[in-house]
Nanobody, 128 residues
């Protein structure tokens, strides 16, 4: 029902910036779907990065990225973004976009189990 495609990953240096995009394709309205970003490295659990509500009015960030990353959405092209600034080597991971199809608007969730659809991921590598 929902297909998510991430893009924008790549190899960057410390303190560089990068913007990830996630295109949402599906029959259900994107405007009534909360979105999130997670990341994962080998041997670690999938880690919450940021979440955003239906309208974009509410956002939630992991402590590790507050002040550096910004999640946003554009309900015209049905896309969610993750602007990443001041990148650090520890930001290196595969970044995944996820969709929360809960029937009513709620606060962004930070648990992977709250999300129903996932993209295939995009690699971000930050070199020191």
């Amino acid at each position: 029902q929902v297909h998510l495609v991430e893009s924008g990953g790549g190899l960057v240096q410390v303190e560089d910036s990068l913007r990830l995009s996630c295109e949402y394709v599906g029959r259900r309205p994107f405007s009534s779907t909360a979105m999130g970003w997670f990341r994962q490295t080998p041997g670690k659990e999938r880690e919450f990065v940021a979440g955003i509500s239906w309208s974009g009015g509410l956002t939630l960030y992991a402590d590790s990225v507050k002040g550096r990353f910004t999640i946003s959405r554009d309900n015209g092209p049905n896309t969610v973004y993750l602007q990443m600034n001041s990148l650090k080597p520890e930001d290196t991971a595969v970044y995944y976009c996820a969709a929360d199809t809960f029937s009513f608007e709620r606060l962004p969730k930070d648990q992977a189990a709250s999300y129903d659809f996932w993209g295939q991921g995009t690699q971000v590598t930050v070199s020191s």
